[in-house]
């Protein structure tokens, strides 16, 4: 009898093995297990990848299952067996409730870092039961917890009577796992034993091990082998996932970060583009025949995937920023391993599960999570099995991990800070500048790399612009992300309303006017008034530093090459707008704005078909376009002689 162990393969592919040895037809496995026939067909292949045997053969339409097959039946169908008996025993549970639904509360962005955790032991320990994630403000999490709403919640250490709850400390970090006595997911083996620190404390040792994990198993290094094809047949499946679930993937999104649910939407579709761009580029990684100097030489350059990348994305764009990056690194052939900012982890969450649903090998898209972001920078630019790295952040942060990356001379492609440039010119269609200003400087309350940080008006329409701009402004609503009727929502956290306030206030004290805004909505959250500020100048804060929230400076312009001058002064240099009728001017200040992407009458310049990046200090590389693609290969140049 052949030997198996239960860490060579998962807990899922194995029930897929069991049902095709029982239906043997990948249409009634798919329809028995609820995924896709294509699912099924891709978890085949990772079966015969890990086995490095065929376990099934076709005879008139019928899966036969081979002799190798047979003989693993009986070791898989005993192991599964033995899990429904362990679960039995050590959690307490009889045949009735075996499959229950548990319902966790989690409290604050702190607890979602435990998430994937939680999740991934409890149900190796429970494979028939299934949690259900309520995530609340704290006051919220503990009253569900007190009338019974949830089987436990994940809390910031709260005072609770010891008679009735039970308690379990999982870090350092005073974050603890509560829940009501006698409840069955505390019994026997206990939260201290599918929630112990050991699983959930994420360091930079674990995620060495991860790395050397996804480089080494033989999934991740077939995976550039695999055909072209197959590759974008799996990003298309999972496009199609990501559309099929926007609605519940933009609830997720909007109640992480707050923006509202029609732009929430609008991103998830956005970030869609993207593995449906590269599901088609996947098949257009071409190489080159150079003439050669000789008859008996022949010169080619093919393209290689770099190998293990490492994707750091921010909390702005949550969904497209992990798209963007991770759609082009796997078409051509790359593993990832994406660290997802702190504030949206739930999102990141939700695109890997619908990824590994698309039937993606395990190790080829990978998510790390954890307090400690630096910790996991570092080790993902030390790793010297990472290859990539690709970050969108501030500047900051990205000469840090150039810094860090500069020893190993490791690709990085970097999308960085911007002071975005909008320029309306005395001949510009108005109406069609202040909408564009709108969507450029209020989208997600102005919390966008490339929103235009400084309004530049030219003196024949500067009122008139200010003015119309007023009375668009009075018409947005802010609050809630949920509310059907709210435009803009929340700023991410307490430092950048601190920082809205500063801006603000600096320029008022040096001679700006305050014209609609400029305060914090009272009550709860980080809830901002859309702001429009007149007579700014270079002197003040705003012209020097991008303020990331929903404040519009107007500046006052003479000239075109005044404009152009005060534009591009400055270190920055991802996008700029303009606004003008006239061609030539057109073509003059579109080729002297010193910026990676440029927007003519048109506030709204970001697509999948696009090169975006910026130059100067916003950044290395592009992304999107077949330019993205690019930047996760390698060229190798090939000189065959003796011919």
């Not at 923006?259 to 580029?281: D, F, M, N, T």
Request: hydrophobic content about 45%; aromatic content about 8%.
């Amino acid at each position: 009898m052949t030997e198996f162990s239960l860490t060579q393969i998962d807990l899922n592919l194995l029930r897929t093995f069991d049902v095709l040895m029982r239906e043997r037809s990948v249409t009634r496995a798919a329809d028995r297990l609820g995924r896709t026939q294509s699912a099924i067909s891709h978890s085949l292949g990772r079966l015969r990848d890990v086995f490095q045997d065929e376990l099934f053969t076709r005879e008139a339409g019928i899966m036969e299952p081979t002799a190798r097959a047979k003989e693993l039946a009986e070791v898989i169908s005993r192991a599964l067996h033995q899990i429904r008996v362990a679960v039995d025993r050590h959690l307490n549970f009889d045949p009735a409730t075996t499959s229950r639904n548990f319902r966790i509360g989690l409290s604050d962005y702190t607890a979602v870092t435990y998430l994937p955790a939680l999740i991934e032991n409890f149900s190796k320990f429970a494979p028939h039961a299934s949690l259900n994630v309520v995530h609340a403000r704290e006051p919220d999490a503990l009253g569900s917890l007190k009338n019974r709403e949830v089987e436990c919640a994940l809390l910031g250490n709260p005072k609770l009577d010891a008679e009735h709850f039970e308690v379990v400390e999982l870090s350092r970090d005073r974050m603890v796992c509560a829940g009501w006595t006698g409840n069955p997911a505390m019994a026997d083996m206990s939260l201290d034993r599918y929630l112990s620190s050991r699983h959930l404390q994420i360091s930079a040792d674990g995620i060495a091990a991860g790395v050397a994990d996804i480089t080494l198993r033989k999934l991740g290094l077939h995976w550039a082998a695999r055909p072209a094809k197959e590759r974008a047949g799996l990003l298309r499946e999972w496009f199609d996932l990501i559309v099929a679930n926007a609605d519940e993937l933009a609830a997720i999104l909007t109640s992480e970060m707050g923006k509202p649910l029609v732009e929430a939407r609008g991103e998830i579709l956005y970030a869609a583009s993207y593995v449906e761009w590269y599901a088609e580029e996947a098949k257009r990684v071409y190489g080159e025949t150079i003439p050669a100097s000789s008859q008996d030489k022949r010169l080619l350059v093919i393209k290689q995937p770099v190998g293990v990348v490492g994707t750091i994305t921010p909390w702005n764009f949550p969904a497209a920023m992990i798209a963007r990056k991770v759609a082009p690194a796997l078409a051509v052939g790359c593993t990832v391993v994406s660290k997802p900012a702190p504030q949206t982890p739930l999102t990141a969450i939700a695109l890997a599960v619908l990824a590994q649903k698309a039937g993606f090998p395990n190790g080829v898209f990978n998510i790390v999570l954890g307090i400690d972001g630096s910790a996991i920078g570092k080790e993902l630019c030390f790793n010297p099995k990472v290859r990539k790295i690709s970050f969108t952040g501030s500047t900051e942060v990205g000469r840090i991990l150039m810094r860090q990356c500069s020893d190993q001379i490791k690709k990085v492609s970097l999308e960085l800070g911007g002071n975005a440039p909008f320029i309306v010119f005395d001949d510009a269609d108005i109406d069609a500048a202040v909408e564009g200003a709108m969507a450029s400087k209020y989208r997600n309350a102005g919390q966008t790399c490339v929103c235009a940080n400084r309004i530049y008006v030219q003196s024949g329409v500067y009122e008139h612009f200010a003015e119309k701009l007023a009375g668009r402004v009075a018409s947005l609503s802010v609050g809630n992300g949920f509310d059907a009727e709210v435009t803009i929502g929340p700023l991410i956290e307490e430092a950048a309303i601190t920082k809205v306030e500063a801006h603000i206030a600096d320029a008022l004290s040096k001679g700006a006017t305050l014209v609609t805004g400029g305060r914090r909505i009272p009550g709860n959250g980080t809830f901002f008034e859309p702001t429009i500020l007149k007579d700014v100048d270079r002197r003040m804060t705003v012209a020097r530093e991008e303020t990331f929230g929903p404040v519009a400076p107007l500046f006052r312009f003479e000239t075109v090459e005044d404009v152009i001058q005060q534009a591009n002064d400055t270190e920055f240099g991802l996008a700029a707008y303009f606004y003008s009728r006239d061609l030539r001017n057109v073509w003059r200040v579109a080729e002297a704005l010193e910026y990676g992407m440029v927007g003519v009458n048109t506030g709204l310049i970001s697509s999948e078909a696009a090169p975006f990046g910026g130059v100067k200090q916003s950044g290395i590389g592009r992304e999107g376009s077949s330019h993205g693609a690019d930047d996760y290969l390698e060229m190798k140049y090939v000189c065959m002689g003796g011919l």
